[in-house]
């Protein structure tokens, strides 16, 4: 079983930056598909980013050309780098993990991202 944790949460003004780390534990992910996927109050979760084994990455439209997923595999450590934040990104951000050939079975606690206007 994999353990992931989030941090690099926080509260930011709109337009600002936050770096989400994702530090896992139990296995080595390097194949592992990586993803981050997001909740806001009173919605579902939501896909925000993957990135699979050959840097290979996806993003919601929502997000995409603000953040940037990234991944350590010397370090078993996953990345999202947020830019040009906006409210509407307000939320708790979740990591998880996929093996190869199943779905996203490991999950975070997650980390809140707080963005005011």
């Known amino acids: 079983q994999v353990q992931l944790a989030e941090s690099g949460g926080g509260l930011v003004q709109a337009g600002g930056s936050l770096r989400l780390s994702c530090a896992a534990s139990?296995?080595?992910?390097?194949?592992?598909?990586m993803a981050w996927f997001r909740q806001a109050p009173g919605k579902g979760r939501e896909f925000v980013a993957r990135?699979?084994?050959?840097?290979?990455?996806a993003y919601a439209d929502s997000v995409k050309g603000r953040f940037t997923i990234s991944r350590d595999n010397a370090k078993n450590t996953l990345y999202l780098q947020m830019n040009s934040l906006k409210p509407e990104d307000t939320a708790v951000y979740y990591c998880?993990?996929?093996?190869?050939?199943?779905?996203?079975?490991?999950w975070g606690q997650g980390t809140q991202v707080t963005v005011s206007s």
């Open positions: 998880t993990a996929a093996k190869p050939g199943s779905g996203y079975d490991d």
């Open positions: 139990g296995r080595t992910l390097s194949m592992y598909t």
């Open positions: 990135i699979i084994w050959n840097n290979l990455t």
